[in-house]
């Protein structure tokens, strides 16, 4: 089935156009629907020789379901999981764990689809930013949760291509960060959001009525979070022209204009003038103030570039061009070397908020993925690798922030999937600088962060009875903020399975995990665990 998405000015254009030409892929029928109960014993030490933690273990209680149903019409892919953890350490308390994702898609008619998506994982909230959640101490966790939903549609009128697209996205933090660890809430704050992004397009492909290729679109997003009332309002338009160069080359290019608009309330106030909290740290709203603008900008917005396609398997783009105020880069790599392999580069630059960036990475994921859930947390993190590229949540999910900010950066991913073997390699880099000029988030304003992470997957079956799978996993955060510490964080884990039954299911895992924060003598742990699963 094809899979098309809600777009942002920089992504549509020829490539928007041409994007819905390639045939749609033929579903075979599948059901698999696997419900499961669980439980597992876990042990974490310090191996780093300090002593200054003590040994953690605690027994999980998990149910939980993986499903992939496939038909002519319909697509529904589920890795879902509820865990109770009960903690036998004095220092440490019970905790709930759910965590997941869902990807779901069906055609209501001809050109008609309706998609969603939705994840639940947990980060850190103790100054660690990026860390691996396992390891975090009682308190010191929060639930993230992420959705998506839409209708697209794409038609052939005539010589004209038509495509229109909505998303709804609702994005929640449960808790607020730990400020007593050097968390921010004037950043790290983030409540909940929702969001809405439309787009449409009309264009005729190079050699149609004309030697070149046109397409006109237009679109409008707009997000309102609950932290201050916060608003995000963009609009804008374009025409874009693809001039072929050669039989696989074509010259690009596209000029419009964008206004957007990002508006907040000012925070309720105590008598010295000090913004008024609320126990989870985030900031109380004064409802009679009024809004207030912490970006503004209008603009006429332009790139070039070029467009490479030698075969149906490879693609290439690259546009240098104007946008939010300043020159802007973006680009894509796409290569299928075969149909069990696929190589995915994206060079990015957007106007970004957690929750947009997170239904984002949540929309992107591909097709069959495949995710390994950490087996000591019961999180899921890092990449998820598919027939189609990589979706990877560990660097947005290490910016919970509560201001808009500038977004610029490079991610790459290759994944194979080859009899046995499935495996993975997703890295990239971000940068997000932040934007703000009202009294809230003035103090912030230009001020930069940096995250570089990298994950690895594996996955091997032994035999109809058995395999194994691991992670790799490394990130580094660097911050600019005042107060906020920078964390590197590098460790890996692997998990043995054998099917004891034919519904009773053995699992033995350990794992190696360093951090450093600064200010904070490192540690090394070890963690191992082992359980049993019962399929239904």
Known sequence: MRRVHCLSASALGPLFVASFLAPPAHAERKMELHPYLGIDQTVVGDLSGGGNRETLTYTSAVVGVNAHIENRTTEVQANVAYQHQFTWSGNSGDSDVVSGLLQA????????????????????????????????????????????AGPTYTALIGDLNVNAAYRFGYNRVESGFDAAFGGTPLLDSFNDSMTHNATASIGVQPGILLPIGIAASVGYAREDASQLDQRYDD???????????????????????????????????????????????????????????????EEVIWDVGVLWRPSRRTSLSLTYGHRYGSESVRGSF????????TVNISI??????????????????????????NPFSGDISGCAFGATGAACFSDTLSGIRTANYRNRGIVGSYSRRAGPWNYGIGLGYSRRKFLGSDPVFASVNGVREENYFAAAQLGYA???????????????????????????NAGAYLNYYRLISRRLQGNASVGLDHVERSGVDSVLSGLAQIGVRYQF
């Open 348 to 373: 990015f630059d957007s106007v970004d908020s957690f929750g947009r960036a997170l239904n984002g990475n949540l929309a992107n994921l591909p097709d069959n993925f495949v995710v390994n859930r």
């Open 105 to 148: 898609r069906t055609t209501l008619a001809r050109g008609l689809q309706l998609e969603g998506g939705a994840l639940a994982t947990r980060v850190r909230t103790d100054g660690f930013t990026g860390a691996n959640g396992s390891l975090a101490g009682p308190g010191s966790r929060a639930h993230v949760y992420s959705l998506y």
């Open 334 to 341: 796409n290569w299928q070397p075969d149909r069990n392999s």
């Open 462 to 488: 032994i035999d109809e009875r058995s395999g194994i799978n691991g992670n790799l996993y490394a990130n580094k955060f660097d911050s600019g903020i005042a107060g906020v510490a920078d964390v590197f």
């Open 235 to 297: 609009k804008w338009g374009r025409v874009d022209v693809t001039v072929p160069l050669t039989d696989d080359l074509a010259a690009i290019g596209g000029v419009g204009y964008q206004a957007i608009k990002i508006s907040n309330r000012d925070a309720l106030r105590d008598a010295t003038g000090t913004p008024v909290r609320d126990g989870n740290g985030r900031f109380i709203t004064d409802p009679a103030s009024p809004r207030l603008l912490s970006y503004d900008n």
